[in-house]
């Protein structure tokens, strides 16, 4: 079993101490019973207008995604007819990391 954290918990108790004020922004993410990757990335861009500008940069190049994100991102990509540039852009990625990707999944 993958030791994965426990993203719900994270956020909730993050949301009720430093921003009860965004509960409601929140509620339809963590009403879900698990969280996928892609909801931690609404999740940390739903706050990133609160967070200062370092911590923006530090997250932003200590994320990983596992392969099933990496697919929901590329059919994400497919269904809303974006190109590399576009998706990137949306995912606040790299356009190299995007065709890395589509080289190695598709």
Known sequence: ??????????YTDLINERYPEKKEAFKAILSQKDLSLLDVIKCSTILTD??????????QRHRCFDRQ???EILDYQKENGYNNTQLARHFKLSRNT???WKKKFI
């Open 1 to 10: 079993m993958k030791n994965i954290p426990d993203y719900k918990r994270i």
């Open 50 to 59: 609160v967070e200062d500008k370092n911590a923006v940069t530090f997250n």
């Open 69 to 71: 994100t990496i697919i």
């Open 98 to 100: 995007i065709a890395k």
